[in-house]
């Protein structure tokens, strides 16, 4: 047996090497081969290979640096040598990772057609996993007629399973112990008293020097802004597009977030930020566009797909010579489209696979769920394909289920593993704190994890993300500061941005001397931060809210790059107490003594497993009429061991609340929260937190308290759960 196992490896091994001996002589005659895309490194060449339906003719330039205006090899290749079906392809030998490479596609510029090719136009790889950018590049050249070899992007050649991981392995959070901090890699370093190095500042190395910080906030993962490249010189004259919303490579990292400037070197510093991340047990997320690219409209410049297979990549309207425009950004691209579907797939493989990420954050995510006319399909293959891939299996997928052509999907979005942005949480929540009437009865369905929009689905509780703030509009602070949008520093005169923020400024707009306008203004961040961690689903924050981070009211920062954009770490002195605030939440919520792991669990059983009891300012009588603006709950945990008992008060002047009363079976009521207290009673552990054995309590104006009993450890062993009480037949009566 042995003897013939050895036979047979030594068999194989001979087919292996006639292969390669055969495939060698093939490469060596230039013809190379479709599969795979991109750019392949073998040891003795390079294969290329994109494809381009329409294209006559292909050109593969090789440059010797990115500052070189003229590419110092050209390669003509041929229908019939290089061409398999629309894929071309070729073979260079002796070149290797680190070469600097470009395309040409000649072809018919009919527009009237959907077909945009450019002979002159340099373009780049889609496949392209590491891209260069000359020092005189600049948008406007790639918009302008003629040769722009000198200042167009350009890809390098990457051999990217070359790097040591060192054993690195995903943390792998289960939902329920996950707890999401929205950051721009840019932004969260670039002011100078981050107390990162200059040359470190705004880069993957500085998110490193900040691990610490976010392990003592507790954050267990980071969603980063799209790290995809992007053209930061989308953005009004003078000023920067910092978000990364405008991608033009969907393999390559931003290179302008790496802090060394040698092309290859962006590879490794993401990928020691993940290992890094990982190393602090913490996961990595990317906020991914996959719905338009930085090509933008009939205007846009040429940088990629557009001179390769316009039709193909793009969703084209009624006049095939213009764009259809479900995302606000110019174009759309086709993303049920094969060709399409194929690179999603491959981009998303490739950032799991070799770049070790744990989830995606899907920007207009419903994008994806319209065909090639544009019309929303009941069962999108590029969602499905997505979902079903074993690669992605273990991986967190997030969609922002709606576009900005009006499709909205919150609730209905297709697949069955996919977590949504619940932007009805941020609206519901904003109303309450904000002392809207009408906001009662909507608020207990998202503290529960919104069963009214989840429940049929069959899902687990933490399908909602829920959030107050993200990157995009006020952050927390600007929220309780400013009743405007202020965008003048953007340039369109204020006319960007949304107008609907929720948002209340506490009797003064902007920044106030006034003491007791800022004592309000915490008392209300306090309260989005309580709801936020005490409801069920996934929490995000956006970073800097922690610390009262402003934007100065503009809610539309995308371009903002300074002192609006920046993370200014002097904050964390000057709100010292919010920052403990959201500390103690979080380590409360991640306490599994006080929260159950639900993961296992849908959001039907969740609730029905959770006695859930509503009171208004008397127990066991909520009042949900338009012009109430008090709630409170009682609330055991799964086996019982842990009641809460939440009061909230966005009424504007203090309401007096009955408190249950406390059972032989559990110890007397702790005050653990109360937001019009100052800091450090503000937020105490149970173990510190002071008794409370009154019947009523008097929760002050704007304010949430929150009493905790645990059970009598002596008690716990013969106890037995209550019958539950599902919150949808209380809301509903």
């Known amino acids: 047996m042995m003897s013939s196992r050895r036979k047979k490896t030594h068999l194989n091994i001979e087919d292996q090497s006639r292969h390669l001996s055969t495939l060698k002589m093939a490469f060596q005659q230039g013809a190379g081969q479709s599969f795979p895309l991109g750019a392949t490194v073998y040891p003795y060449g390079v294969n290329f290979s994109i494809f ?60 009237k057609e959907g077909l945009r090719f450019d002979g002159e136009k340099v373009l780049l790889d889609p496949y392209g996993k590491c891209i260069a950018i000359p020092s005189k590049r600049s948008r406007s050249d790639a918009g302008a007629p003629g040769d722009n070899s000198a200042t167009a992007f350009k890809n390098v050649v990457v051999h990217s399973k070359s790097y040591d991981w060192e ?51 507790g954050i267990t993962a980071v969603e980063l802004l799209p790290v995809f490249a992007f053209d930061p010189e989308d953005a009004p004259t003078g000023l920067h597009n910092v978000w990364g919303y405008q991608p033009y490579a969907f393999f390559a990292p931003h290179p302008q977030y790496a802090s060394q400037k040698a092309p290859l070197a962006v590879l490794d510093e993401f990928r020691s930020m993940v290992k890094a991340l990982h190393r602090a047990n913490i996961e990595v997320i990317l906020d991914v566009v996959f719905n338009h690219t930085t090509e933008g409209s009939m205007h846009g410049p040429t940088l990629c797909f557009r001179g390769l297979a316009n039709e193909t990549y793009y969703i084209l309207g009624s006049d095939p010579s213009n764009y259809a425009d479900f995302t606000g950004c110019g174009n759309t691209f086709n993303a049920n489209e094969s060709i399409v579907r194929r690179l999603i797939i491959d981009s998303l493989r490739y950032w799991v696979e070799e770049m070790h990420v744990d989830g995606f954050r899907f920007d207009l995510a419903s994008i994806l769920s319209r065909d090639e006319l544009g019309t929303p399909m009941a069962h999108p293959p590029t969602i499905w394909d997505i979902e079903s891939d074993p690669v992605l299996a273990n991986v967190k997928l997030f ?112 920044p106030s001397e006034d003491p007791s306008i800022e004592t309000l203004r915490n008392r209300q961040i306090k309260n989005f931060l309580t709801i936020l961690f005490f409801s069920v689903g996934t929490p995000m924050i956006v970073a800097g809210d922690e610390v009262r981070r402003t934007q100065k009211g503009n809610n539309n920062a995308y371009c903002q790059d300074g002192d609006i954009g920046s993370f200014d770490w002097s904050l964390l002195n000057k709100h010292a107490d919010i920052y403990r605030f959201t500390k103690e939440l979080i380590n409360f919520r991640l306490d599994r003594s006080h929260l159950c792991d639900t993961y296992d669990k849908t959001l039907r059983e969740l609730l029905v497993d959770n006695t859930i009891q509503w009171h208004g300012v008397q127990l066991n009588s909520p009042d949900l009429s338009p012009h109430s603006h008090a709630l409170a709950a009682t609330v055991r945990n799964i086996d019982e061991k842990i009641l809460i008992h939440m009061m909230m008060n966005s009424y504007w002047e203090p309401l007096e609340f009955q408190i249950p009363i406390s ?61 539950s009480m599902h919150p949808l037949h209380v809301m509903s009566t």
């Open 399 to 510: 969609a922002e289920a709606w576009d900005a052509a009006g499709l909205y999907q919150v609730g209905q979005f297709p697949g069955d593993s996919w977590n949504e942005w619940n932007g009805r949480f941020r609206d519901d929540v904003r109303s309450f704190i904000k002392g809207d009437d009408n906001s009662i009865r909507s608020l207990a369905y998202r503290m529960t994890g919104s069963p009214d929009i989840y429940e049929h689905e069959e899902r687990n509780p933490e399908q909602s993300v829920n959030f107050i703030t993200c990157h995009d509009g006020f952050t927390l602070n600007d929220l309780v500061s400013y009743n405007e949008k202020h965008n003048e520093a953007n340039q369109e005169n204020n006319r960007d941005g949304s107008n609907n923020n929720i948002s209340w400024n506490c009797g003064v707009e902007g």
């Open 52 to 111: 381009s339906k329409h294209s006559k003719k292909a050109e593969l330039l090789l440059f010797d640096s990115i500052e070189e205006t003229t590419p110092s090899q050209k390669f003509d290749l041929t229908p019939e040598r290089n061409r398999s079906y629309h894929y071309w392809h070729i073979f260079i030998p002796g070149i290797k990772e680190g070469q600097i490479y470009a395309w040409r596609m000649h072809g018919p510029y009919q527009p």
């Open 167 to 217: 054993g690195d392995t995903p943390p792998r959070h289960s939902l329920s112990q996950t707890i999401i901090y929205e950051m721009n890699v840019g932004t969260f370093t670039s002011n100078p008293n981050s107390g990162v190095a200059q040359e470190k500042r705004g880069t993957y190395a500085g998110v490193m020097e900040k691990i610490p910080y976010l392990k003592d906030l």
């Open 663 to 723: 059972t032989n079976s559990y110890t007397p009521w702790r005050r653990c929260v109360d937001t019009f207290l100052d800091s450090p009673q503000d937020i105490l552990p149970w173990k510190d937190a002071p008794a409370f054995d009154q019947e009523n309590y008097l929760v002050q104006a704007r304010s949430i308290v929150i009493l905790v009993s645990k059970m009598d450890e002596d008690m716990a062993q013969d106890h037995k759960p209550q019958q």
